[in-house]
């Protein structure tokens, strides 16, 4: 497909249990996001990875969260030991941007992740 | 880092009647201003985006304005139609401390629920 998939759509999981969320981008696109979206919230930026330099994790909440981005392409959001203030609907965006030009985000449909 | 405020928080208005959105950010370095809408169980979807260097920019029904004295900005729906209903998100977009070099990351205000009535 040409836009952001995310996988699964869907998660329900036991307090305490890991995660994995997964993020396929536009073909192409350098930066890569993830956002947590909480109810009637806004995008709360969790992490940032542009090209091949180290990732931007200045938005994640605990050592508990960690994603990575492997060959440039599809990223992993991990949660460790879920708690259930860990749910929300998690969204991913890839973007072409670059140092030297900013645009526009493109984001995925999200994984809503309900800790039980 | 960026901070962005949005205002008000849900707008109702008439089929025909037009819709405004305001957003304030903290950032002088901020130079880049899209604005996302987001329907039911979907991901946020550009509608419009505006540069520093420019001060309005016009898309058919939709207009966006950008005061960099102020560092405000706003979006402007005329003649709504019920399918505008929709959650709207505007964000700044700024360069980050990161120690790579810099990395550009849109920081987004809280949204406006907007209901378009019949």
């Known amino acids: 497909g040409a836009g952001v998939s995310q996988s699964p759509s869907n998660k329900v999981t036991e307090k305490g249990k890991d995660v994995e969320l997964r993020c396929d981008p536009i073909?192409?696109?350098?930066?890569l996001y993830w956002y947590r979206q909480s109810l009637g919230q806004g995008l709360e930026f969790l992490i940032y990875f542009q090209g091949n330099s180290a990732p931007d994790k200045s938005g994640l909440p605990s050592d508990r969260f960690s994603a990575e981005r492997t060959g440039g392409s599809v990223s992993t959001l991990t949660i460790q030991r879920t708690q259930q203030e860990d749910s929300a609907v998690y969204l991913c965006?890839?973007?072409?941007?670059?140092?030297?030009?900013?645009?526009?985000?493109?984001f995925g449909q999200g994984t809503r992740l309900t800790v039980v | 880092g960026e901070n962005v405020e949005q205002h008000p928080s849900t707008l109702s208005v008439q089929e025909g009647d037009s819709a405004v959105i305001k957003c304030t950010y903290s950032?002088?370095?901020?130079?880049?201003f899209p604005w996302y809408k987001q329907e039911l169980g979907k991901g946020p979807q550009l509608i419009i985006d505006?540069?520093?260097?420019?001060g309005e920019k016009k898309d058919q029904r939709i207009a966006v304005t950008l005061n960099k004295t102020a560092k405000h900005f706003s979006l402007h729906i005329t003649e709504t139609q019920p399918e505008d209903s929709a959650v709207y998100f505007c964000?700044?977009?700024?360069?980050?401390?990161?120690?790579?070099?810099?990395?550009?990351?849109?920081?987004f205000g809280r949204g406006t629920s907007l209901i378009v009535h019949p």
């Open positions: 950032d002088s370095a901020s130079n880049y």
């Open positions: 073909s192409g696109h350098t930066a």
């Open positions: 505006i540069r520093s260097n420019v």
């Open positions: 964000a700044a977009t700024t360069r980050g401390t990161h120690a790579s070099g810099g990395s550009y990351i849109p920081t």
């Open positions: 965006a890839s973007s072409p941007t670059t140092r030297g030009a900013i645009t526009e985000a493109f």
